[in-house]
């Protein structure tokens, strides 16, 4: 963590200092040093303390010495005396880069990312090849979403390092998120060939292939990943999705089981498992799953959602109001807990005006969103505003994939308005069908009635 070049310039330096007192605090400067790389921090913080107050240090070895204490203080989670040393060594040494790039990793681990990035680039004014600033700053970047500047710091540091396995994982993850897939294949490779024991760039890779559908190869990558951790929950997990998505529900449930062997608060693996159920329509099996999940983190949004569509699958509109309401207080921009309310309130049949105000805001959140228009079209048809209705309908089938379209059709054939097939294709005897079935504001999404709820197809 500390230049070994200005480090070497403290001990000689303080070789060449006299005899006596200051010889012994010069050795209480050597042995705090010594002792900070060893990991040995609390014999560090009595040595560079007394090395502080009795070495008569200046400038640059004043500098090394107060932030290598400011670090102990930091590993000590004392972070606002870690900030008081840093500033101190800065005091001292306004050009030493470690004291800045030890200053920005405190800033970080107290989330304060855009003055962690200005420190970061301050030590880079000193020492452009700092790496551990210039990965920093990267993951820094990253953290705030400011993609284009991370992937630029992850480059460079693959420049100076070419060999930085770590450096090609992190940049892999910069081209996933800005969907560039066939970059980031190559930049996970390149991290495995460099380093074949590490294992996120297999997982990164699983994570990949799941993405671009190709679930076998996200399989093999997910094996490769276990052969080095073998009770990761996260893999695991992902490795029981690529399962489901081939239509293997055992062997998913078996990887979400060893998910939650390997970590029973690893909370993905029962919603996981969760799905699954629902998939099979095995609902109340799926509320078990996701009340232990709940139990774990009463604080997760998106959780209480899932549990809020399965109580409305079952028709307790009551339970599944009580859930999205719950998560809607934990995140009032949850735009998918007031949609899926808002929904709730149609089938109970019991506050219309409740649920186009949900909707509403749903719509806000969430904009242009197939599902949200979903609910507004269905709440004006129920409202009588079949025109206005129809409009939104018309807006949806120009949005939706044919998947969407088919399944409106099965619904509306089910419910007798519609006598084609469900080829996806919106056409007048759709169009006509839709309308019909808005005239009597009926579901065209599901089989769920308002009346006399049955489980959605």
Not at 372 to 398: D, P, Q, W, Y
Request: charged share 25%; aromatic share 8%.
């Amino acid at each position: 963590m500390f230049s070994r070049s200005r480090r070497a310039g403290l001990v000689l330096v303080l070789f060449m200092t006299g005899a006596g007192a200051q010889a012994q605090s010069t050795q209480s400067c050597l042995a705090g040093l010594e002792a900070v790389d060893a990991g040995r921090n609390a014999e560090a913080l009595i040595q560079l303390t007394n090395c502080i107050d009795d070495a008569g240090l200046q400038g640059s070895n004043l500098a090394i010495v107060y932030t290598a204490r400011g670090a102990v203080h930091r590993d000590f989670d004392h972070h606002d005396q870690a900030l008081v040393d840093f500033n101190k060594a800065i005091q001292a040494d306004a050009e030493y880069a470690d004291a800045y790039f030890q200053r920005g990793y405190l800033r970080s681990l107290d989330q304060d990312l855009p003055g962690a990035i200005e420190d970061y680039s301050r030590a880079l004014r000193f020492d452009g090849e700092h790496e551990a600033a210039i990965n920093n700053r990267g993951n820094a970047y990253w953290e705030l979403g400011d993609l284009r500047h991370a992937q630029e710091d992850f480059t460079r540091l693959i420049d100076l390092s070419p060999d930085n396995a770590s450096a090609y994982n992190n940049r892999g993850n910069v081209w996933l998120e800005l969907g560039d897939h066939h970059r980031a294949v190559e930049d996970y490779r390149r991290a495995a060939q460099l380093n074949p024991q590490f294992h996120e760039p297999w997982h990164n890779l699983g994570v990949v292939w799941a993405k671009l559908g190709e679930h076998r190869n996200a399989i093999e990558s997910y094996d490769k990943a276990l052969d080095i951790e073998p009770d990761n929950a996260r893999t695991l997990s992902n490795r029981a999705n690529a399962w489901d998505a081939l239509g293997d529900p055992q062997r998913a449930l078996d990887d979400f089981d060893a998910a939650i062997r390997a970590d029973p608060s690893f909370t993905d693996a029962y919603a996981g498992k969760a799905n699954i159920w629902l998939q099979e329509r095995e609902y109340e099996r799926a509320i078990d799953e996701l009340d232990v999940a709940i139990a774990q983190r009463p604080r997760n949004s998106p959780l209480l959602v899932l549990r809020g569509e399965l109580w409305s699958a079952i028709g307790n509109q009551s339970r599944a109001i009580s859930d999205f309401t719950a998560a809607i207080r934990l995140d009032p921009r949850n735009g998918d807990a007031y949609n899926k309310r808002a929904w709730s309130h149609y089938l109970a049949g019991d506050d219309h005006e409740r649920a186009f105000e949900d909707v509403q805001i749903a719509f806000r959140l969430l904009g242009e969103d197939t599902e949200t228009l979903n609910s507004v079209a269905h709440i004006l048809a129920v409202a009588g505003n079949n025109e206005k209705a129809m409009e939104v309908f018309e807006r949806i089938m120009h949005l939706s994939a044919a998947s969407a379209i088919s399944r409106y059709q099965a619904v509306l054939g089910a419910r007798g308005y519609y006598s084609g097939d469900a080829d996806g294709i919106y056409d007048a005897a759709t169009r006509d069908a839709l309308s019909a079935c808005i005239r009597d504001a009926c579901n065209a999404w599901s089989l769920q009635d308002q009346d006399n709820p049955r489980l959605a197809i």
